[in-house]
Structure formats: C-alpha cells, structure tokens
C-alpha cells in the first residue's frame, strides 16, 4: 500500500564531490515534463549548470546580494536575513543544479470575470491560484522523486530568486519570456538516512465532506 518512493525524496543540501551522468539529469528532466500543466502549456524551461566554478558564482552571487540589501534593513531583521542566506545557497557544493524557468500564463476565466464586471478582489482571488507557478511545481517535484528513485538528492529551492538575475548573469542565460523560478542543486548525498521535519497530522490537513 505504501509508495516507498514518496518517501525517498528529502531535501538534500550537502553532497558528494561526484559529478552525476548528464543521462540521469536527462531522465529526470524527461520524467519532470511527465507532469500535469494546465492547457498542457508546459511552461517551462530546464537549465542544467554543471560548471564547479559557475555554481560557486552564482551561490556567492546570491550570498553577496543578500548582503547588500540587508544593508537596508534594522539589524534584527538583517541579521535574521542573514542567518537565512545559507539555507538560500546550499546548491553551492553541489556538482548539478538544475534551474526552472517559467513563461506567463494567465489564470483561466480572468478575462470573463473581468467583462462580467468582477470586483478586484474577485479577480485577485482567482490570480492568488497561479496555475503558472502550480505548473513549475509539479515538474520539480517530479524531478526531485525522480532523482531520489536513482538515488540522488535534491532541494526545491525558491530562495535564492531575490538573486535571480545575478545568478544569470554568472551563466549568461536569458531567455526571452521566461523568468527564474525555482532550482535544485542535484547530487549524491554526503549523509545516508536524512531526516525531513515532522509533517501535521493529517487529521489537521483534512477535511473530509460525507
Ligand atoms: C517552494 C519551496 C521553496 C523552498 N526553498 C528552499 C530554500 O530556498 N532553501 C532550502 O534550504 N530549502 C528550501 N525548501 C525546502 C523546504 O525547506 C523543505 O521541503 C521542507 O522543510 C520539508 O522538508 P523535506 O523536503 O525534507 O521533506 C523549499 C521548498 C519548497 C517547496
């Protein structure tokens, strides 16, 4: 009954200072586009990093924009942000990462409610869905199962997006339409049996209707 590979996934954020076969990255990308979009719009893209020097870049890319703009900050809440920065550049070690971008897509029915004459918060409330971004999510959790079933690991990391476009300009990519979205860095793990937080007890997530 249970799905053993569900629970493989965990996020990984040290590694082993082996590189992984661009076959692997391939199939997981390949089972990462097996994932449902909305429209079947597939909005996405797949950037494969696998430059020791250039992913240190981008880490330290990420590292010193958090810098400056925590400058900015009181110092609570920079030193709060700053305790957060590793967590937003643990790809750093890593011999892959795997970035997703995204191009628009528009909430279905936005333009019939607005011609139905919807009140904003109406037609913020439809926007709040995303299904744009829902359709990125879905392919990197299958990357990331995908890359734990061959014994890989991953981390979905949003964190470093403030650092987006630092982080391209380190691998000069841009791509016209599409935005960062999300990456993992991919990997064998350095420590066997990771341990993922306690999830809430699914009395506390579910609400059944009879
Ligand atoms: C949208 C999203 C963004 C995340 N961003 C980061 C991140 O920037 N850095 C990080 O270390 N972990 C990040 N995580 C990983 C979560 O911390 C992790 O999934 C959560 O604590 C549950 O642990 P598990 O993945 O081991 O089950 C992110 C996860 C998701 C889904």
Redesign the pocket.
């Known amino acids: 009954m249970k799905n053993e590979f569900i629970y493989k996934?965990?996020?990984v954020?040290e590694f082993k200072d082996i590189q992984v076969p661009m076959e692997a990255i391939q199939e997981m990308i390949k089972e990462a586009t097996q994932a449902p979009s909305g429209k079947n719009a597939q909005n996405w893209h797949f950037v494969v990093v696998r430059n020791k020097e250039k992913i240190e870049k981008m880490a330290e890319a990420v590292y010193e924009k958090g810098r400056e703009l925590s400058n900015n900050l009181d110092e609570k809440t920079a030193s709060n942000f700053m305790k957060m920065l590793k967590?937003?550049t643990?790809f750093k070690n890593a011999p892959t990462v795997v970035m997703i971008f995204s191009s628009k897509y528009e909430s279905s029915g936005k333009d019939i409610l607005m011609l139905n004459g919807a009140s904003n918060e109406e037609v913020e409330k439809l926007e709040s869905v995303k299904p744009g971004v829902q359709n990125i999510?879905a392919a990197m959790e299958n990357l990331l199962l995908s890359a734990a079933n061959m014994g890989y690991g991953g981390?979905?990391?949003?964190?470093?997006a403030f650092a987006s476009d630092k982080m391209c300009e380190v691998i000069a990519f841009n791509k016209e339409g599409y935005n960062f979205s999300?990456l993992t860095p991919i990997g064998i793990p350095l420590k066997e049996n990771i341990n993922?937080?306690k999830r809430k007890s699914l009395d506390e997530v579910i609400t059944i209707i009879e």
């Open positions: 996934r965990k996020s954020r967590y937003y643990v999510g981390c979905y990391m949003t964190g470093p999300c993922s937080p």
